[in-house]
């Protein structure tokens, strides 16, 4: 059972994540990296830093700088010990969303209302009530029935309380019902949604595992501490709450420092979060302020974030075209888009990391820099190209001080609703431009207060009043419309963005995972390129598109470098995307192939407790001949969620291939009638029928998969080869014209389409086809 390090807890609990729907970063049986990408938590701490960086082309140096190999790391203590010498900072702290994030359930910590309250969904009933000394919930567990739950922790105090309940073996759960601190009422975290004990989002699912999704940033010193074997959690922590520790490290060496005023570099800390690098504050908030999935099981002090995690690029699901924030994606990577970070800006710049509160009130803390002098007056900030102008004025904000439109927040720093009631500013820092958004569908500051005919007055005055460059570089915002759009010119958008030398980090990341759909020799170029790119979301996203693009024994000679890179994320990607050739040797790059693909296969040791991270060990053992672990890694996978379909169809496959096709057929049929609607079944039983030579039984299970997911690239393509192969050519041409229509860029889609028409002697058919593809792509050979 979870339990802090100094004081142990007498309860077995299970917190709850934060509600990130993990069908948003589903894992595709191709995909071996992770399984959980993009994971998310709803969390206000931060985790500890990253040190001095190396340039790519050093080797990965161990321990952190701050004390000779010989010499142990430092450990953690107590947090009270920090408080003799900060007594500032412990005040800032004290009362903060930081301290209070997570705290032992009791009469002082509890918000919500359990005096014998009943809340009712569409679907369940949930009691809320007091029994001797505890907190008990009254709800429908894992097999529907009606239960009593011990509350042990509570998460967050504004403006919205969560609960994390026990359900023994260690396991927390987050309740999906919270109390509104602000209105004094309960509500559902997914209102309107049906929500029951078969649906994933459900409170006792694994999607809703706390140990996993949430806890560590709410804690301080958090390992999950998981055990395959026993299926069980003992999750520790040194304190609750986002203590001192969390951001500056363990700090016995810091005591030493402190005792005896050694010369220990940083004062005995790991890291210095003030250095000139504003990357090493920045990457040690986006430990938790940021869309990212694990690489192991907590984190190394002085390691760069990707030693540790793995961060979402800006994703069509995540974000906006624009990159404004659109599922809960925290702060980090709307951020990194902005031209403050680009100028050096850095967290604390804005927020104090103790308080969590704003520095200034009001515009306080954009005047900062954006002020009548044009200088700043933030340290280590680049103040080029700052203008000297009033920007409290009505002539800027061109709304009445004191009224909604006149804070810099309103306008650049728009914002959404996550979990109900929590307000969230975007922090790319967007200008707003109306014209713009409606082209592009795109959120707007100024169309969201100002609608219908109001909206259309703003945007006719916004053009009126904007003077616009008369040679205007290509907008990446832009240019992804075209290229996710599919639209004539989207490959020479992609290329000429991708040529840019000021675009930021996150976005080149982003665009570079658009390559494949746009394959040419410039493609190749121009991620090849990037493999040496000074951030490692760029390399991890070069590796990926180089994969994509190369056959495995051509893309060997450009990947086996990235072996040895010095950050983790990297160095594990290009190992699995070169396992396909590592088996019959990579030369003198072996034996790094040998080190990095352990490092990938520890990194889903670690993840365990999860159905993606079996999966994956599950296709890796398959790949290195390990075949006698694959079906009870599949099995375990869906031990740990039954509700995990490509693990499922995974083991159905493996049974076929090892010729227990009844067994398998079995497994698949009794899956299907629990989800009639899971796309993915669908779509393997109509494989398996193909396979199976029966190709007109297979029919209807391929035309529900493409019904049922009209957009996914694969099932329409699936259905019209395979009524092509059973000689209704017509049918076929008109499925892959329907998936065309919404996939123009689907070029598997395209060249079936031509062949068939060819086949068919319609010539003007296939070269409209072609021509049109040469729109989009001109260079693809």
């Known amino acids: 059972m979870p339990k802090d390090k100094n004081k142990a807890v007498t309860a077995n609990p299970d917190p709850q994540p934060s509600l990130i729907n993990r069908y948003l970063f589903p894992v595709t049986i191709a995909v071996l990296l992770l399984g959980v990408v ?69 009469a002082e910590t509890m918000l919500g209302d359990f005096n014998n309250v009943t809340f009712k969904t569409e679907n369940e009933t949930t009691r809320f009530s007091r029994k001797d000394d505890g907190f008990w919930v009254n709800t429908p567990g894992i097999d529907g029935k009606n239960a ?64 996993f999704m ?48 050694t010369d220990l570099i940083h004062a005995g800390f790991a890291v210095n979060l003030k250095d000139k690098d504003a990357t090493v504050e920045i990457e040690t908030c986006a430990r938790c302020h940021s869309r990212r999935a694990p690489l192991g099981d907590g984190f190394t002090v002085g390691k760069r974030l990707m030693d540790d995690y793995l961060p979402s690029p800006l994703t069509r699901e995540l974000y906006a075209l624009d990159g404004k924030i659109k599922d809960e994606v925290f702060e980090h990577g709307s951020f990194a888009q902005s031209k403050m970070s680009d100028k050096g800006v850095r967290c604390s710049n804005c927020h104090n990391p103790h308080s969590t509160q704003l520095k200034m009130p009001g515009n306080g803390v954009c005047l900062q820099c954006h002020n009548t002098v044009g200088k700043t007056s933030a340290e280590g900030v680049d103040g080029k190209g700052l203008q000297a102008k009033n920007y409290d004025s009505i002539e800027h904000t061109r709304h009445t001080p004191g009224q909604p439109g006149s804070q810099c927040v309103d306008c650049h720093m728009p914002g959404k609703f996550y979990m109900g009631n929590d307000f969230r500013h975007d922090h790319s820092f967007s200008i707003p431009n109306p014209e713009r958004a409606k082209k592009l569908g795109t959120p707007d500051a100024c169309l969201t207060c100002h609608q219908g005919k109001a909206g259309g007055k703003v945007t006719e005055q916004f053009k009126l009043s904007t003077l616009t460059p008369t040679v205007q570089a290509p907008r990446y915002d832009e240019s992804l419309w075209l290229i996710r759009n ?46 040496s790119h000074p951030a490692p979301q760029v390399r991890v996203s070069a590796v990926l598109a180089i994969s994509a693009l190369l056959p ?55 993840l365990a407790d999860r159905a993606e991270a079996n999966l994956n060990l599950a296709m890796l053992y398959q790949a290195n001949g390990r075949s006698g672990d694959v079906e009870g890694l599949l099995r375990t996978a869906l031990q740990r969620d039954p509700d995990f379909h490509p693990a499922l169809v995974t083991l159905v496959q493996w049974l076929e291939a090892n010729g227990r096709g009844q067994e398998a057929q079995a497994l698949l049929a009794q899956s299907l009638k629990e989800h009639p609607d899971a796309a993915l079944l669908q779509h393997t039983q109509g494989l398996s029928l193909v396979r199976a030579g029966q190709s007109d039984k297979a029919m209807p299970f391929l035309r529900k998969a493409a019904q049922l997911e009209p957009q996914s690239p694969q099932y329409g393509y699936v259905l019209a080869v395979a009524l092509h192969d059973s000689g209704k050519v017509e049918a076929a041409c008109e499925e892959l014209e329907r998936l065309l229509k919404v996939q123009p860029a689907n070029r598997n889609a395209r060249r079936a389409l031509i062949q068939y028409y060819l086949e068919g002697g319609q010539e003007p058919k296939a070269q409209m086809l072609l021509q049109g593809w040469k729109k989009m792509n001109m260079n693809d050979q």
């Open 214 to 261: 949430c806890v560590e940033c709410h804690t301080t010193g958090y390992k999950r501490n998981f055990d395959a074997a026993k299926n069980t959690f003992d999750s520790q922590w040194n304190s609750l709450g986002i203590g001192c520790q969390a951001c500056h490290g363990p700090a016995s060496y810091h005591l030493e420092w402190a005792a005896k005023k």
């Open 552 to 606: 495995p024994t051509e893309r060997a000679p450009l990947l086996t470098p990235s072996l040895s890179d010095p950050v983790k994320a990297v160095r594990i990607t290009a190992a699995r995307d070169l396992l396909g050739v590592a088996r019959n040797g990579l030369g003198n790059a072996q034996d790094r192939w040998n080190s990095a693909i352990a490092e990938y296969e520890a990194v889903q040791n670690s």
């Open 38 to 106: 993009g994971l998310g938590w709803f969390a206000f701490g931060s985790k500890s830093a990253p040190a001095t960086y190396a340039p790519v082309s050093t080797p990965v140096t161990q321990p952190t700088k701050h004390q000779p190999s010989a010499v142990p790391p430092a450990k953690m203590v107590v947090e009270q010990q920090c408080q003799g010498c900060h007594s500032s900072q412990v005040k800032d702290w004290q009362g903060s969303h930081h301290q209070l994030a997570m705290q032992a359930a009791n």
């Open 148 to 211: 009593d739950f011990k509350v042990a922790y509570t998460f967050g105090i504004a403006p919205l309380q969560q609960y994390l309940i026990e359900v023994g073996d260690g396991n927390l759960q987050a309740l999906g019902v919270a109390w509104d601190t602000e209105k004094h009422r309960w509500f559902h975290l997914y209102p309107g949604q049906g929500v029951t004990f078969k649906d994933p989002l459900h409170w006792s699912k694994p999607s809703q595992n706390a140990n």
């Open 486 to 531: 599919d639209l004539p010119g989207a490959a020479q958008a992609l290329y000429e963005q991708l040529q840019r030398s000021n675009l930021p980090t996150i976005q080149r990341a982003t665009l570079l995972a658009e390559l494949p759909s746009y394959p040419s020799e410039q493609a190749l170029k121009l991620a090849s390129r990037d493999l």
